[in-house]
């Protein structure tokens, strides 16, 4: 594996997006991995590392995650910012065509590029997410990842993630041990803090693509109606973002393109892809031809 960086670039500056690589430079195998709200690229790891006996393999942090920069005016974390910083990774990478892995917002946001005209992306795989989130998830999701939160010592940090993370499903203590090292940091205080801005997700809007229904659940049908790729739609069996009737929707209205779905048992929001069984599930779908 190697890190490397780009730059994107806000009408406040520049920032600086980290990314990984596993394997070796192949234009015709070449995957994205892109993490959810407040996850990083380390969440990869261990898919990467499988994948890249047969492919190329990218893992990125979006800006304000992992070791990429945080945005010195926090009003550009949204989803055309984020777009807009994959594009040029693409464009780093010089490639015509790419397998997209995406968890929940990374997910969406592959669905989003997958539905633009001349898209790069040749396979989608959606990781617990689809063209509608519902309010109560979006509530759920603020009421800790945007709030600061400081801790005094490790083992207080790590059994506060144990309880946050407790739907990712069962993990070996090496998992969750890789977990917490890509997700705690020591900030200047001496204090165990989280590796994300927090401001970040204040200021995510995912609206700017999005419609609301009369619920207030946040609906992305227009851009999902245009995804004409293979997908494979992975969901957590007790997700409240990912729920059986909205996978049986996303089928029915998916009659004219390959889409297959797995329902991962005893996960909520969202299964964690560092289990064998499930990087298996996804090395069995891309060794099939497009």
Known sequence: MAKDSILGITPAGFHRIVYETFGTPNPEKTVICVHGLTRNRGDFVYLAEALSNDAFVVTVDLV??????????????????????????LARLNVKQVDWIGTSMGGLIGMLLASLEKSPIRRLVMNDVGPMIPKEAIERLKTYASVKLSFSTR??????????????????????????????????????????????????????????????????????ANVTCPIYLIQGENSDILSSKLVDDMKRSKTGTPLESVMIKNTGHAPSLML??????????????V
């Open 64 to 89: 304000g995650r992992g070791e990429s920069d945080r945005l010195k005016d926090p009003q550009y974390y949204h989803y055309p910012q984020y777009i807009q910083d994959l594009v040029a990774l």
């Open 155 to 224: 083992e207080e940090a790590e059994g506060v993630l144990r309880k946050i993370f407790a739907p990712f499903g069962f993990l070996p203590e090496d998992r969750w041990q890789n977990l917490f090292q890509n997700t705690l940091t020591t900030e200047a205080d001496g204090r165990i803090g989280l590796n994300y801005d927090h401001l970040a997700m204040q200021e995510n809007k995912s609206e700017v693509f999005a419609n609301k229904d009369d619920e207030g659940n946040l609906t992305f049908w227009e851009y999902w």
């Open 276 to 289: 064998p069984d499930q990087i298996a599930l996804i090395k069995d779908w891309m060794s099939k031809a």
